[in-house]
Protein backbone atom coordinates (compact mmCIF):
# COMPACT_ATOMS: atom_id res chain seq x y z
CA UNK A 1 0.00 0.00 0.00
CA UNK A 2 2.70 2.59 0.79
CA UNK A 3 4.36 1.67 -2.44
CA UNK A 4 1.20 2.65 -3.89
CA UNK A 5 0.70 6.13 -2.50
CA UNK A 6 4.16 6.74 -2.97
CA UNK A 7 4.41 6.63 -6.75
CA UNK A 8 0.85 8.21 -7.36
CA UNK A 9 3.14 11.20 -5.57
CA UNK A 10 6.05 10.73 -7.17
CA UNK A 11 3.99 10.94 -10.77
CA UNK A 12 1.93 14.43 -9.42
CA UNK A 13 4.96 15.87 -8.30
CA UNK A 14 5.15 17.70 -12.04
CA UNK A 15 1.83 18.63 -11.69
CA UNK A 16 2.10 20.32 -8.52
CA UNK A 17 5.29 22.08 -9.34
CA UNK A 18 3.66 24.05 -12.29
CA UNK A 19 0.46 24.76 -10.81
CA UNK A 20 -0.18 28.20 -9.21
CA UNK A 21 -3.63 27.49 -7.79
CA UNK A 22 -3.61 24.49 -5.93
CA UNK A 23 -5.56 23.12 -2.82
CA UNK A 24 -5.23 20.85 -0.40
CA UNK A 25 -8.59 19.33 2.22
CA UNK A 26 -10.32 17.37 4.40
CA UNK A 27 -13.86 15.27 4.04
CA UNK A 28 -16.33 13.65 5.89
CA UNK A 29 -17.91 10.47 4.43
CA UNK A 30 -21.25 8.50 5.04
CA UNK A 31 -22.12 5.30 3.13
CA UNK A 32 -25.69 4.76 2.90
CA UNK A 33 -25.99 0.87 2.42
CA UNK A 34 -23.44 -0.26 4.97
CA UNK A 35 -24.12 3.05 7.30
CA UNK A 36 -20.80 3.38 8.02
CA UNK A 37 -18.52 6.88 8.55
CA UNK A 38 -15.21 8.03 7.75
CA UNK A 39 -13.08 10.36 6.55
CA UNK A 40 -11.32 11.45 3.63
CA UNK A 41 -8.20 13.14 2.23
CA UNK A 42 -7.55 15.28 -0.97
CA UNK A 43 -5.39 17.29 -3.34
CA UNK A 44 -7.19 19.60 -6.04
CA UNK A 45 -4.61 20.22 -8.95
CA UNK A 46 -5.89 22.74 -11.07
CA UNK A 47 -9.29 23.60 -9.35
CA UNK A 48 -10.39 26.57 -11.76
CA UNK A 49 -10.25 25.06 -15.14
CA UNK A 50 -12.58 22.88 -16.67
CA UNK A 51 -11.12 19.54 -15.86
CA UNK A 52 -9.20 19.02 -12.19
CA UNK A 53 -6.99 16.15 -10.72
CA UNK A 54 -8.04 15.24 -7.17
CA UNK A 55 -5.75 12.18 -5.61
CA UNK A 56 -7.60 11.25 -2.66
CA UNK A 57 -7.37 9.07 0.28
CA UNK A 58 -10.62 7.70 2.53
CA UNK A 59 -10.81 5.81 5.50
CA UNK A 60 -13.78 4.56 6.86
CA UNK A 61 -13.85 2.98 10.19
CA UNK A 62 -17.54 3.50 12.10
CA UNK A 63 -19.60 1.00 11.30
CA UNK A 64 -19.91 -2.62 10.03
CA UNK A 65 -17.49 -2.12 7.55
CA UNK A 66 -13.47 -1.15 8.11
CA UNK A 67 -11.44 -0.08 4.83
CA UNK A 68 -9.77 2.73 2.98
CA UNK A 69 -9.65 3.78 -0.64
CA UNK A 70 -6.68 5.22 -2.17
CA UNK A 71 -7.11 6.98 -6.00
CA UNK A 72 -7.97 9.42 -8.50
CA UNK A 73 -11.01 11.83 -9.29
CA UNK A 74 -11.57 13.90 -12.55
CA UNK A 75 -14.03 16.71 -11.67
CA UNK A 76 -15.97 17.92 -14.68
CA UNK A 77 -16.97 21.98 -14.37
CA UNK A 78 -20.88 21.61 -15.80
CA UNK A 79 -22.22 24.97 -14.87
CA UNK A 80 -19.96 27.77 -13.14
CA UNK A 81 -21.17 30.80 -11.28
CA UNK A 82 -20.03 34.06 -9.50
CA UNK A 83 -20.63 31.81 -6.24
CA UNK A 84 -20.56 27.98 -6.89
CA UNK A 85 -19.55 25.46 -9.15
CA UNK A 86 -21.23 22.35 -10.03
CA UNK A 87 -19.42 18.97 -11.51
CA UNK A 88 -19.43 15.45 -12.41
CA UNK A 89 -16.69 13.56 -10.76
CA UNK A 90 -15.28 10.08 -11.96
CA UNK A 91 -13.46 8.38 -9.41
CA UNK A 92 -10.88 5.41 -10.13
CA UNK A 93 -8.84 3.84 -7.11
CA UNK A 94 -7.94 0.87 -4.99
CA UNK A 95 -9.59 -0.12 -2.20
CA UNK A 96 -8.68 -2.27 0.99
CA UNK A 97 -11.45 -3.58 2.96
CA UNK A 98 -10.15 -4.71 5.69
CA UNK A 99 -13.06 -6.90 7.24
CA UNK A 100 -13.98 -8.14 3.73
CA UNK A 101 -13.77 -11.53 5.80
CA UNK A 102 -16.58 -10.96 8.16
CA UNK A 103 -19.01 -10.18 5.12
CA UNK A 104 -21.54 -12.12 4.01
CA UNK A 105 -21.14 -10.80 0.40
CA UNK A 106 -20.04 -13.49 -1.98
CA UNK A 107 -16.66 -12.99 -3.52
CA UNK A 108 -16.09 -10.81 -0.91
CA UNK A 109 -12.27 -9.87 -1.30
CA UNK A 110 -9.75 -7.55 1.08
CA UNK A 111 -8.03 -6.07 -2.11
CA UNK A 112 -10.24 -4.07 -4.82
CA UNK A 113 -10.12 -1.91 -7.53
CA UNK A 114 -13.50 0.18 -7.86
CA UNK A 115 -14.67 3.21 -9.74
CA UNK A 116 -17.27 5.64 -8.83
CA UNK A 117 -19.38 7.96 -10.34
CA UNK A 118 -20.89 11.33 -8.76
CA UNK A 119 -21.93 14.99 -8.55
CA UNK A 120 -20.76 17.59 -6.63
CA UNK A 121 -20.56 21.31 -5.77
CA UNK A 122 -18.58 23.34 -4.21
CA UNK A 123 -17.90 27.53 -3.71
CA UNK A 124 -15.35 29.40 -5.59
CA UNK A 125 -13.51 30.86 -2.72
CA UNK A 126 -10.06 30.22 -1.25
CA UNK A 127 -11.46 28.14 1.21
CA UNK A 128 -13.95 26.20 -0.52
CA UNK A 129 -16.68 23.91 1.41
CA UNK A 130 -17.88 21.04 -0.76
CA UNK A 131 -20.74 18.38 -0.78
CA UNK A 132 -20.44 15.10 -3.23
CA UNK A 133 -23.01 12.81 -3.97
CA UNK A 134 -21.01 9.56 -5.28
CA UNK A 135 -22.43 6.08 -6.37
CA UNK A 136 -19.53 3.03 -6.54
CA UNK A 137 -20.14 0.76 -9.52
CA UNK A 138 -18.59 -2.34 -8.17
CA UNK A 139 -20.40 -2.70 -4.82
CA UNK A 140 -23.36 -0.86 -5.87
CA UNK A 141 -23.54 1.99 -3.25
CA UNK A 142 -23.73 5.33 -2.56
CA UNK A 143 -21.98 7.52 -0.55
CA UNK A 144 -22.14 11.23 0.56
CA UNK A 145 -18.77 13.97 1.15
CA UNK A 146 -19.27 16.92 2.80
CA UNK A 147 -15.63 18.98 3.24
CA UNK A 148 -13.35 21.73 3.47
CA UNK A 149 -10.49 22.54 0.77
CA UNK A 150 -7.97 25.40 0.90
CA UNK A 151 -6.46 26.68 -2.07
CA UNK A 152 -3.02 28.02 -1.94
CA UNK A 153 -1.99 31.43 -3.64
CA UNK A 154 -5.37 32.33 -4.26
CA UNK A 155 -6.87 35.76 -5.10
CA UNK A 156 -10.27 36.40 -4.02
CA UNK A 157 -9.83 40.31 -4.17
CA UNK A 158 -8.91 40.93 -8.60
CA UNK A 159 -9.13 44.52 -8.58
CA UNK A 160 -7.39 45.35 -5.18
CA UNK A 161 -3.86 45.35 -3.47
CA UNK A 162 -4.07 41.39 -3.70
CA UNK A 163 -3.98 41.69 -7.35
CA UNK A 164 -0.27 41.35 -7.98
CA UNK A 165 0.10 42.75 -11.55
CA UNK A 166 -1.00 46.21 -9.86
CA UNK A 167 0.99 46.16 -6.69
CA UNK A 168 4.24 48.69 -7.81
CA UNK A 169 6.99 47.81 -6.18
CA UNK A 170 8.06 51.25 -4.51
CA UNK A 171 5.13 50.83 -2.26
CA UNK A 172 6.22 51.63 1.34
CA UNK A 173 4.11 51.01 4.62
CA UNK A 174 3.10 54.44 6.45
CA UNK A 175 3.30 53.32 9.61
CA UNK A 176 7.14 52.24 9.00
CA UNK A 177 8.53 55.35 6.92
Same mark, same amino acid.
Given at each position: ???? /????????? &? #????????????? /?? @? *?????? +?? !???? !??? +??????????????IFIGPVSEYTIGLSL? #?? !??? %??? +?? #????????? *???? *? /????? %????? &?????????? =?????????? +??? @?? @??????????? %??????? =?????????? *???????????????
Open positions: MKSN /AIIIVICLL &P #FLGRSQNWGAGVS /AL @Y *NFQSES +FG !VGAR !VSI +FPNNTISYCPQFSYE #FK !VVK %LNT +FT #FYLLAHGGY *NNWI *N /ATSSG %LEGAS &PANWNAEGGI =GVTTNQCLRP +FIE @YR @YNLKFQETHLR %LGLLYFF =GCRVDRMGYR *NAKKVKKSVVCPAYK
